[in-house]
């Protein structure tokens, strides 16, 4: 079966563990051929950097075309049109179409290809919420409520299901763009199945403990990503875990810090409990969290809650509205407020309450792999509604 991914709306990255690279991975995996059109862009540094019209193979086994956009009206680049985009349907023909985003000014042009191959199934996913879409009155009432209601309505008649990635995103289609709540599906992010399993059978646990001289019974917390002004609030896990009269606490921070937020938390790396690691490759965030006893994101969503959770790593969180859905079965404690205060108090009593970190950590282990096994989510993503 040909499966083609339709990425328009950003930068498809390549090494990136987004939805659009992982579901295309293991649709793969499942046996299907897989293409993706993606547009002549990436992110490199943080930023945008185009890219000359190309057609390769990835590392992954996905074929991608890179389109060239063609600007329409405004320079931005959501609102490009792609020339291609016909004729590449027609050329791959494919026998399901997955589209990452309905807000693409060429919605209609997917419509229209499968109105006339009515054999060719089309599904939708979505990664609008209000934490990053939405956020001012232009953007709520011209762009979200008018130009891409527009843009999703005109797929509806044709779309299989539509999926939001969190809880929160299955309500922003239904709310904003009046999608039926029956035709929106919550279709989750998650952990690779090779990966986890990776890191487990490498006993990735001593090997990291033992690279930065923890010992296996120090309390190992880590948190990482672009931390940026969406997700300050890691210098404040920082203070607290400086405040704690712990010597078994560790932290290790991987990622980036924006500039404006570096002096901070160079203030706050003390070399031994609190270590600032950089960057990893999204492979090695596997063998990181494996050798953690807790994961604390104390900030916005990222797709790292998913994939802990996956790997079985009891959770803080931040009580983001629509995000419960990590919750499966008492492995998340949701922090409620912006505080060093509360993010100590809920650290120095999982220290101090074994049992009650016990509890979340047989929750996580059980579960974990039932709900977010990225193998069972790209089944799940294409099977008849």
Not at 43 to 53: C, D, E, V
Not at 114 to 132: A, G, T
Not at 345 to 361: C, D, K, Q, T
Request: contains cysteine; neutral net charge.
């Amino acid at each position: 079966m040909t499966i083609c991914h339709v990425f328009l709306t950003n930068s498809y990255t390549e090494g990136k563990s987004y939805q659009e690279n992982i579901l295309s991975k293991y649709h793969v995996k499942l046996g299907h051929r897989v293409v993706m059109l993606a547009a002549a862009y990436t992110m490199r540094g943080g930023k945008y950097r185009r890219l000359p019209a190309e057609h390769y193979l990835n590392a992954d086994g996905v074929e991608v075309f890179r389109l060239t956009p063609r600007r329409f009206l405004f320079p931005d680049r959501r609102f490009n049109r792609f020339p291609e985009l016909r004729a590449k349907l027609e050329a791959i023909s494919p026998d399901i179409l997955f589209v990452h985003n309905p807000q693409f000014l060429d919605a209609g042009v997917v419509a229209a290809y499968v109105k006339r191959h009515p054999n060719c199934r089309l599904f939708v996913d979505s990664h609008s919420d209000f934490s990053n879409s939405a956020t001012n009155w232009i953007s709520k009432t011209v762009l979200h409520r008018l130009l891409w209601k527009h843009t999703a309505r005109k797929l509806l008649p044709c779309t299989e299901m539509f999926y939001g990635v969190l809880p929160a995103r299955v309500d922003f289609l239904v709310d904003i763009y009046g999608l039926p709540r029956e035709k929106c599906e919550l279709l989750v992010m998650g952990a690779e199945d090779d990966l986890v399993e990776k890191a487990r059978a490498s006993h990735a646990r001593e090997r990291i403990r033992a690279q930065y001289g923890i010992a296996g019974d120090d309390f190992l917390i880590i948190t990482g990503g672009v931390i940026d002004r969406w997700k300050t609030q890691t210098l404040l896990l920082m203070e607290a875990v400086r405040n704690i009269r712990d010597e078994r606490l560790r932290l290790i921070v991987f990622g980036s810090f924006i500039p404006e937020l570096r002096e901070q938390a160079e203030r706050l790396i003390d070399g031994d409990r609190i270590r600032f690691i950089g960057w990893l490759r999204p492979e090695q965030t596997y063998d990181y969290v494996e050798a953690a006893d807790l994961a604390v994101f104390p900030g916005r969503h990222s797709v790292f809650w998913e994939q802990v959770a996956g790997q079985g790593v009891p959770m803080l969180v931040k009580d983001w509205p629509g995000t419960h859905h990590v919750d499966i079965g008492g492995n998340v404690r949701f922090l409620k407020e912006d505080s060093e205060e509360e993010i100590r108090g809920e650290i120095e009593r999982l220290l101090s309450h074994p049992e009650e970190y016990e509890a979340m950590r047989e929750a996580a282990r059980e579960n974990g792999m039932r709900v977010f096994s990225y193998r069972d989510i790209a089944e799940r993503s294409i099977r008849p509604r």
